[in-house]
T-cell receptor, first 113, second 115 residues
Framework: DQQVKQNSPSLSVQEGRISILNCDYT??????FLWYKKYPAEGPTFLIS?????DKNEDGRFTVFLNKSAKHLSLHIVPSQPGDSAVYFC????????????FGKGTSLLVTP | DTAVSQTPKYLVTQMGNDKSIKCEQN?????MYWYKQDSKKFLKIMFS???????INETVPNRFSPKSPDKAHLNLHINSLELGDSAVYFC??????????????FGEGSWLTVV
């Protein structure tokens, strides 16, 4: 029962362009959303997050947008760089669940020079 | 300094054996977790401990037993290992009540292969 879905397993973008990674969720109790980046043979590293009371959060080249009515969030990376090539996991959590993260399956981003 | 460290990083063992994976965090967090990433790449919560007390226990066989001797450590012991236990196990920690939300930090993972 996947409560967080990333329907695009992979994405290829040219360096300098915008990368948009999408995520959908089904549980309306989720109140906090995070994006993690994962390189091979490493653990996921926190990238950016957003609370359910906001609809946008920006940190440098990374911006996360939240559309609660559509239960959809997206991560924008502008401009994309080759070092951004990694697997990106969307995660959602709820205070009631003890803040355990529910992960999507991940989207593998490849940024080509 | 590694914030969340887990050992061993790689473990190959035979079916039926008992093994442990250790985890330590030096972030001063009060909550620790074990996640499992299976062959399909799903990352799923297994256990969560807050101040050494178990708060989340997903549907995990009771062959898996977490132990938290203190807030900085959460070890995972697995009895009678089965082929299906082969996966990457990630330890993680977080600080509850943070005004910036609950950001969870992960270790590098322990690759368990049961043969």
């Amino acid at each position: 029962d996947q409560q967080v879905k990333q329907n695009s397993p992979s994405l290829s973008v040219q360096e300098g362009r915008i990368s948009i990674l999408n995520c959908d969720y089904t549980n309306s109790m989720f109140d906090y959303f995070l994006w993690y980046k994962k390189y091979p043979a490493e653990g996921p590293t926190f990238l950016i997050s957003i609370s359910s009371i906001k609809d946008k959060n920006e940190d440098g080249r990374f911006t996360v947008f939240l559309n609660k009515s559509a239960k959809h969030l997206s991560l924008h990376i502008v401009p994309s760089q080759p070092g951004d090539s990694a697997v990106y996991f969307c995660a959602a959590t709820a205070q009631l669940s003890g803040y355990a993260l529910n992960f999507g399956k991940g989207t593998s981003l490849l940024v080509t020079p | 300094d590694t914030a969340v460290s887990q050992t061993p990083k790689y473990l190959v063992t035979q079916m039926g054996n008992d093994k442990s994976i250790k985890c330590e965090q030096n972030l001063g967090h009060d909550t620790m977790y074990w996640y499992k990433q299976d062959s399909k790449k799903f990352l799923k919560i297994m256990f969560s401990y807050n101040n050494k007390e178990l708060i989340i226990n997903e549907t995990v066989p009771n062959r898996f037993s977490p132990k938290s001797p203190d807030k900085a450590h959460l070890n995972l012991h697995i009895n009678s290992l089965e082929l299906g236990d082969s996966a990457v196990y990630f330890c993680a920690s977080s600080r509850t009540g943070s005004t910036s939300g609950n950001t969870i930090y992960f270790g590098e993972g322990s690759w368990l292969t049961v043969v």
